[in-house]
């Protein structure tokens, strides 16, 4: 279990540098999963992130994406992707430590959709359950 601190931190890292959503989780359109992600362009922040949820739930891996300055992104951006059964799990500790996303979390926590697992998801957001208006 996170310390009330960690709790609070990883609440204010997912508040401000992250999101949550539900997102279509494989090929055959039926399988959805609530996700984590947080994004940041200073890898030791995430590298804190990751080791609190590894240490506690096992999960959770950075993926780096190069800097683009055609895209004006001057830095490498990380991320941190959590999307399995511990997404639910890890919101229940740092419910009442989120503001911005306290509400998102509620409905992450409440999702039971069809069967889903820790393989890649695809962020389009079409994708997205329920999708987007303009798909």
């Given at each position: ?102 509400e998102k979390a ?30």
């Amino acid at each position: 279990m996170m310390t009330e601190i960690e709790k609070a931190w990883m609440a204010c890292a997912i508040d401000s540098e992250g999101s949550l959503a539900i997102l279509h989780n494989g090929g055959d359109g039926k399988a959805f999963a609530p996700v984590i992600k947080i994004y940041n362009t200073h890898k030791p922040f995430l590298e804190k992130a990751l080791a609190i949820i590894r240490r506690e739930y096992g999960v959770g891996t950075i993926h780096e994406q190069p800097a683009r300055p055609r895209y004006f992104q001057k830095k490498p951006l990380f991320s941190i992707t959590i999307a399995n059964r511990k997404v639910q799990a890890i919101l229940a500790e740092i419910l009442p430590y989120l503001i911005i996303k306290y509400e998102k979390a509620l409905e992450l926590m409440a999702f039971k959709g069809p069967a889903y697992d820790s393989r890649p998801v695809n962020y389009h957001q079409c994708d997205v359950h329920p999708p987007a208006k303009e798909c």
